[in-house]
């Protein structure tokens, strides 16, 4: 009896030290596959590893977490489809323009692109690829970043349009361009988040993410990276902004330290045309986390003008005109446990390389209709004084000039609930004709 009991206790020793063992292996795997995916030694063991650590959090998301891609309508009861207390608003007569409306689809039960005419608020044509496709190829691909497998997660983000009709797009993850019948054409593999721009060569200018770190005793934190793609989806040019920062001059900039997504590149905005401050090719480039917004020239590898604040944790830069360039300023303090307006309401700061002079000249308006995104968000200039504005976190659209609302537009879903909005986009009038007729020349079966 002694005897048995003496096995007893060693054989439960033996395995809680196997045990250990094991959990500690298990541990050490599922932490190396987290930050080398890409390169993870473990190929399809650490996945799976990974996928087991994975399970409890995603299950419980899946059975308890509200619907990411749908908002309280609260804030806009009274707004709806370029509508406000049920009449529409005027100055859509006057508006040539169109808007490549990135949103969840109630119709669809999941995110599509819509290709909306502002005059007459009609949709001219929508996007509805399948998700699960999008999903397997970015699941297929090991990306680090990606976003989580659930059809109610997927994000459009920021579709752009190419010459031939197609729309290219991303979601934390791989680089798609998708024809008007919602196939996927092509597929770039990579980490892209965030904006997608064309240049004047129309090759596609798209944040990204290096792989192995620019500092390689820092395997932690994200580098982030700007891209540059062909229309056919080769990856042309892709630096670290790490090696970009510190070969300008720039190390104080990468803050490495607890934060481990010291840059968060959010914008790529190339340059169309020559002025007395750029050139064509030439890049204005938005650094979220450093509050920083920056002129470069790839071609030569050279930071030509730099910025940070007044803006603070900005969206969204672009060339106004051949002197200045426009900022949407997010302006919110990170606690760490949130984030919070320093004023009234976001900003549109003014940039003049003329003068240097800083101008906010939609302060007020901007302040009166409370556009208060915390995150994500853009502004883009129509002309010097109209702007059309997406407030990402709350799923309005709204274009104002420096003294009123000209229209407002939220995708609503029922009475109390409405869409999501990825980075929309305006399209003047001849992008958007040309849009319609690249789509109209493609088949679909």
């Known amino acids: 009896m002694k005897q048995s009991k003496k096995i007893s206790l060693y054989s439960y020793l033996l395995s809680l030290f196997i045990g250990l063992i094991l ?72 508006d040539d323009g169109y808007i490549l409306l990135s949103s969840f689809d ?21 996007w509805t690829p399948n998700i699960d496709t999008l999903y397997n190829l970015t699941s297929a691909n090991l990306q680090k970043y990606s976003e989580g497998r659930r059809k109610k997660n997927y994000r459009i983000m920021h579709p752009l349009p190419l010459s031939n009709g197609n ?41 990204s993410v290096y792989f192995p770190q620019f500092y390689s005793n820092f395997p932690e934190y994200r580098d982030d990276a700007i891209a540059k793609i062909s229309p056919k989806g080769e990856v042309l040019f892709k630096r670290s902004l790490s090696e970009i920062l510190v070969e300008n001059g720039y190390l104080g900039l990468l803050g490495v330290g607890k934060d481990l997504d010291p840059i968060h590149l959010n914008d790529i905005q190339p340059a169309l045309s020559d002025s007395k401050y750029w050139k064509k090719g030439d890049l204005l480039i938005s650094l979220r986390q450093r509050s920083t917004v920056f002129l470069y020239r790839p071609s030569v590898n050279k930071i030509l003008w730099l910025s940070t604040g007044p803006w603070l944790n900005q969206h969204d830069a672009n060339f106004v005109d051949n002197e200045s360039i426009s900022i949407f300023g997010n302006d919110v303090f990170d606690t760490g446990k949130d984030m919070r307006l320093i004023g009234d309401s976001n900003n549109i700061y003014i940039y003049n390389f003329s003068d240097n002079s800083i101008k906010t000249p939609f302060k007020k308006i901007m302040a009166k209709t409370e556009i208060e995104t915390l995150t994500e968000g853009l502004a883009y200039p129509i002309n010097q004084d109209e702007f059309f504005i997406e407030e990402s976190n709350h799923g309005r659209l709204i274009k104002i000039n420096r003294n009123s609302v000209l229209w407002e537009l939220v995708d609503r879903i029922n009475k109390e609930e409405i869409s999501l909005t990825s980075w929309s986009r305006y399209l003047k009038r001849p992008e958007g004709e040309d849009l319609i007729n690249n789509i109209g020349v493609q088949k679909c079966t």
Request: proline share 2%.
């Open 23 to 94: 959990a500690v292996i298990f541990g050490a795997i599922v932490n190396h596959q987290i930050y080398n995916q890409e390169n993870s030694r473990f190929g399809l063991l650490g996945k799976f590893f990974l996928d087991v650590a994975q399970f409890p959090s995603n299950l419980n998301k899946f059975l308890f977490e509200e619907h990411p891609q749908v908002l309280s309508s609260g804030r806009f009861n009274d707004i709806g489809f370029f509508s406000k207390n049920g009449k529409i608003y005027l100055n859509t007569n006057k």
């Open 106 to 126: 109630k119709l669809e039960d999941q995110a599509s692109v819509k290709l909306i005419r502002v005059r007459d608020q009609k949709i001219m044509h929508k």
């Open 167 to 207: 729309i290219v797009f991303n979601n934390n993850g791989l680089l798609f361009a998708m024809n008007a019948c919602s196939e996927i054409e092509f597929f770039t593999k990579g980490t892209f988040h965030h904006s997608n721009e064309l240049d004047h060569e129309g090759n596609i200018w798209v944040p």
